[in-house]
């Protein structure tokens, strides 16, 4: 007799939900963490830095990324009165970049590490804070994650 007939209804059940919640919180834990802090470099002018730790064997990608290709990582700033952030985010980091025939296109992607760096003038000398979001992909060699958005809030003193 097959090992699934001799489990009854409600059996079938529970490990069906068990299965799909373990499956669901091997996917929530991201490959990617985030750390957000801002650096004073003088006056009213901070170095904010949005820095992705990247597990061994998955890479994101970079904001140069060609259309055609994967997601490139994008930083938004929500708009803040006091804070001018101009231009895009420079990147700190080892880039890789290799032609993928998927795509057509040459990825650039980062593994390991990658600072994302941005400077931020402060209209005048007050407490703020500089909120936003990061949308990245993780990806390693055979498969890829659905996009991500990581919210960030970082206090310029």
Not at 42 to 51: C, D, M
Request: charged share 15%; hydrophobic share 40%; proline share 4%.
């Amino acid at each position: 007799m097959h090992f699934l007939g001799l489990i009854s209804m409600k059996m079938k059940y529970f490990l069906l939900y068990f299965f799909l919640l373990l499956s669901l919180s091997v996917f929530a834990q991201s490959p990617v963490k985030w750390n957000f802090a801002a650096t004073k470099i003088s006056g009213n002018t901070y170095e904010v830095h949005l820095t992705a730790d990247i597990q061994e064997g998955w890479h994101i990608y970079s904001q140069t990324t060609p259309s055609g290709g994967p997601l490139p990582t994008k930083i938004v700033f929500r708009k803040n009165p006091i804070a001018l952030v101009s231009g895009t985010a420079k990147e700190t980091g080892k880039l890789e970049q290799h032609y993928e025939e998927v795509f057509g296109v040459d990825v650039k992607f980062y593994s390991g590490k990658i600072d994302f760096v941005q400077v931020v003038k402060l209209k005048t000398a007050v407490k703020t804070t500089l909120t936003g979001t990061v949308e990245y992909m993780a990806c390693m060699n055979d498969k890829c994650l659905p996009p991500a958005k990581q919210n960030f809030s970082i206090a310029l003193n």
